[in-house]
């Protein structure tokens, strides 16, 4: 509790005081879930195509699209928007955009390139797939 100059008790202010020194320690990074995890092989890649582009960031949205009713959507960008998350993992800089943040929170992202694919691949714990495997739904 914070006692002022003129001896009242502040409750509030010392939750305040609490969680704005633990937001700037490394304690809160380790409380906070991750948003999203890179794979080595999908850092290797978002690298090569960030250089190839000369852009900075990578920017991860979902649509609405497909049976399902989201998908993922990747975008070069340019600069941080006001609200962007930035996930700063392997050397890279990817950009989750606030109205995906809670669908996406957890998710792994892998890159796969193989005889048949060569795609980007989201492993999301919180997500159900459609039929098809366009979109897809978070519970």
Not at 73 to 98: C, H, M, R, S, T
Request: proline share 2%; charged share 25%.
């Amino acid at each position: 509790m914070l006692v002022d100059e003129y001896g009242s008790v502040d409750t509030f202010g010392s939750y305040y005081y609490v969680v704005t020194n633990l937001k700037s320690s490394n304690i809160w990074s380790a409380m906070r879930k991750q948003v999203l995890a890179l794979s080595d092989t999908a850092a290797a890649r978002i690298r090569q195509l960030l250089q190839h582009q000369q852009k900075p960031f990578l920017r991860l949205a979902v649509e609405a699209k497909g049976c399902n009713g989201l998908s993922y959507v990747l975008n070069y960008a340019q600069e941080k928007g006001k609200f962007d998350e930035v996930v700063e993992e392997k050397g890279v800089k990817i950009l989750v955009d606030p109205k995906a943040v809670m669908h996406v929170i957890g998710t792994e992202m892998d890159f796969v390139d193989d005889k048949l694919r060569s795609e980007f691949v989201f492993v999301n714990p919180n997500a159900t797939k459609c039929g098809c495997g366009e979109s897809f739904t978070t519970t």
